[in-house]
T-cell receptor, first 112, second 113 residues
Framework: DAKTTQPNSMESNEEEPVHLPCNHS???????IHWYRQLPSQGPEYVIH???SNVNNRMASLAIAEDRKSSTLILHRATLRDAAVYYC?????????????FGPGTRLSVLP | NAGVMQNPRHLVRRRGQEARLRCSPM?????VYWYRQLPEEGLKFMVY????????ESGMPKERFSAEFPKEGPSILRIQQVVRGDSAAYFC???????????FGSGTRLTVV
């Protein structure tokens, strides 16, 4: 997998938007950008994924830079339940044998 | 549609005993993955199985650890002669096909005393 770089931790106030950045300067054309999050004492949970275009779902939005070397996960209104470790992962669909590789992620704290 | 079911949720074993961790994938999912998360560390891939076959076990320790996914029944991660260093959270995930995203279970927290 191509490597991603995320800040170790971020803080946000409740009900404010949160922008979680991810750098992936060595991304290849077949790499999808996936975001998972892990709440305390739980397994990782799928958040969103995309290839080139920005994506929206009920949980979040994914903004992908035009050169695809970075992306941003956007939580529109943070709640206390959004406090988690957020993982940005690249995964190519070109390689059949590729598993998700989790890095250290960004630990998001949400302040009331 | 129940998600990925792992049991037990918590497991305590004495050093030298065997630990068996079970994972029932989501309905319709035939690909199973096991990950381990040591305290205060990230998730590490262990093994990938597809019904009755081990596809990738590159993350499995060479000794004491084994995994299976029989034709009928859950996937089992087996740890023989456990040691204190095996204490960790073990997560199972499943997917519908190889390019699909993963759905994770809530994990089994193994404590070796």
């Amino acid at each position: 997998d191509a490597k991603t770089t995320q800040p170790n931790s971020m803080e946000s106030n409740e009900e404010e938007p949160v922008h979680l950045p991810c750098n992936h300067s060595t991304i290849s054309g077949t790499d999808y950008i996936h975001w998972y999050r892990q709440l305390p004492s739980q397994g990782p949970e799928y958040v969103i994924h995309g290839l080139t275009s920005n994506v929206n779902n009920r949980m979040a939005s994914l903004a992908i830079a035009e050169d695809r070397k970075s992306s941003t996960l956007i939580l529109h209104r943070a709640t206390l339940r959004d406090a988690a470790v957020y993982y940005c992962i690249l995964r190519s669909v070109d390689n059949y044998g590729q598993n998700f590789v989790f890095g250290p992620g960004t630990r998001l704290s949400v302040l009331p | 549609n129940a998600g990925v079911m792992q049991n037990p949720r918590h497991l305590v074993r004495r050093r030298g005993q065997e630990a068996r961790l079970r994972c029932s994938p989501m309905k319709g999912h035939s690909h199973v993955y096991w990950y381990r998360q040591l305290p205060e560390e990230g998730l590490k891939f262990m093994v990938y199985l597809q019904k009755e076959n081990i596809i990738d076990e590159s993350g499995m320790p060479k000794e004491r650890f084994s995994a299976e996914f029989p034709k009928e029944g859950p996937s089992i991660l087996r740890i023989q002669q456990v040691v204190r260093g095996d204490s960790a959270a073990y997560f199972c995930a499943s997917s519908r096909d190889r390019v699909d995203g993963y759905t994770f279970g809530s994990g089994t927290r193994l404590t070796v005393v």
